[in-house]
């Protein structure tokens, strides 16, 4: 047989040897980029797995004293419900003392955040007691006040009066009176607001009041809530014209 030794063999064995290279070269930098398992590697990543095991400490010598850390909570909550109270009203006061008593016997009572529910609440009641929206007021009110608000409702619709209320707003609201009752907080809250209110009879004819004009009014409310119970909504027990 007859070896054929022409340009064409060697332009093979050329390209043959470059091939060789680029195979050896791409071996190593894989080699470089996967490494060698050494029996070390982490545990594949498992999505399941709980979270807490991911996060302990690195450290074993850690130990947590049981309660410290919620003895030293209730103890800044004390603190900071005396200083909520004392500066809503004088130390010394008689409703400093009242909101106290209060306060002792729920730690969690916050007299601001009190303050900014009942005029929310005030708002609410009012705009719905000229409404006739009952379904709005019954969860807001006592049974008694509620009776007498729905009463006046009656009346009125019953006359075929309506009457068209814009509520401005609230100048100023503040605690005026509290007391810890067989486990009932009662607090009695001063509002002074604005409102636009006509009354109309059947003919639209404006009888009460006047859609232009902007009057001050000033109720005194008194809320109610059991302190031994788990929800945290007060109901207006009382109220009053100032």
């Known amino acids: 047989m007859v070896e054929w030794k022409g340009p064409m063999s060697e332009f093979l064995d050329i390209y043959s040897l470059i091939f060789l290279v680029l195979a050896i070269a791409i071996l ?6 996967l490494g060698r398992r050494t029996g070390n590697e ?6 399941y797995s709980s979270r807490d095991r991911d996060e302990a400490p690195e450290s074993d010598n850690v ?12 103890e800044e909550d004390e603190d900071e419900g005396d200083r909520r109270v004392d500066r809503l009203a004088p130390a010394g006061s008689a409703l400093n003392t009242a909101l106290k008593t209060v306060l002792s016997a729920d730690r969690s009572f916050n007299p601001a955040e009190f303050v900014n529910g009942a005029k929310s609440a005030y708002e609410m ?13 019954k969860p807001l009110l006592s049974d008694d006040v509620y009776d007498g608000f729905v009463s006046a409702i009656d009346e009125r619709e019953a006359r075929g ?24 907080s009662h607090l009695t809250v001063r509002f002074q607001s604005e409102l636009i209110s006509a009354t109309r009879n059947k003919a639209g004819e404006v009888i009460d009041g006047d859609p232009n004009k902007v009057v001050d009014v000033v109720d005194i409310w008194t809320f109610a ?4 119970s788990r929800n945290p909504n007060w109901k207006l027990i009382a109220t009053e014209s100032g």
């Not at 809530?225 to 031994?228: E, F, G, K, M, Q």
């Open 225 to 228: 809530r059991d302190v031994t």
């Open 125 to 137: 009641i009012v705009t719905a007691f000229a409404q006739g929206d009952r379904k709005t007021l």
């Open 161 to 184: 009066e309506m009457v068209d209320s814009t509520f401005v707003g609230i100048q100023k609201a503040e605690i005026v009176e509290a007391a810890l009752k067989d486990k009932m």
């Open 28 to 33: 190593f930098r894989l080699r470089s980029v």
């Open 63 to 74: 130990i947590t004293l049981p309660g410290a850390d919620r003895r030293d909570e209730e």
């Open 42 to 47: 982490r545990q594949p990543f498992d999505p």
